[in-house]
């Protein structure tokens, strides 16, 4: 109930500020002068998505994978350090990440790939070694049971019911690469950045909000996609979103 009374008024509190940026933007011109920028817009928007896709997709490549690695009761015992290690992705600032990167692999969208998956790889990694540990025992003593091998229990009975944890690993870790991509531009990578950081450097505050809205809008759009896929794909008795 409680719940459901916040959901409201954070709704009706989004529509209020569109309205009061709505009819700002419209007073002072500001939607025109973006319109400037339109072209812009339309290519840097699919080079950024382009980053985010390869970047995030080779995360949760290798991230999966290695959160069911380390979730095994063979790796039990190095699990917490493996990921301690992971976790210097997320404690070196992304900005001086995609710096080292560029050391390394030079200038372009090349290092800007390689920077973005390592700083997204953490919540993926974490996410499924969670998920799977958290997976209760009993289900697995009935799937053993049953005569269930250690595969037939990891893909029929480990990963669904670690579903809706994994997928919202998967969720946080775009947000977040969606986010971090216009610092991408810093180092020769092609992003939305191209216009924050150009318009910030000429003071031009339309510039720099035709990188910003878009790239705020792109991290709403694949935070709402990724929702309705774990709707759609977690079953009713392990996806919380179903119940009522």
Known sequence: MILSSLRRYLYYGLLFLLFVFGAWAERSGFIETMLEYEE?????????????????????????????LLSRPAAR?????????????????TLALLALSMSFLGIGNGPAIFGLLVATLLPIVRNSYTGLLAVPAHL???????????????????????????LAGIRT???????TAP??????????????FTGIAVDDQAMMLSGAIPTALLAIM???????????????????????
Not at 77 to 93: C, D, H, K, R, S
Not at 173 to 179: E, M, P, Q
Not at 225 to 244: A, C, E, H, M
């Open 140 to 166: 697995k003593e009935a799937a053993e049971g049953m005569g269930m091998t250690a595969r037939q229990m990891l893909w029929k009975v480990e990963l669904p019911n670690a579903l809706y944890v994994i």
């Open 173 to 179: 870790a775009l947000a977040i690469n969606v986010g």
């Open 222 to 244: 694949v935070d709402f996609v990724l929702g309705v896929l774990t709707f759609i794909l977690v079953s009713k008795g392990v996806n919380p979103l179903r119940q009522r």
């Open 77 to 93: 015992g190095f699990a917490e350090n493996g990921m301690q290690i992971l976790n210097i992705g997320t404690t070196v600032p």
């Open 40 to 68: 812009d817009v339309i290519y840097l928007a699919v080079e950024h998505m382009k980053l985010t896709l390869i970047s995030g997709g080779l995360a949760v490549l290798i991230g999966v994978p290695l959160g069911i």
């Open 183 to 196: 610092l991408a531009f810093l180092i020769g990578g092609t992003s939305l950045g191209e216009l924050i």
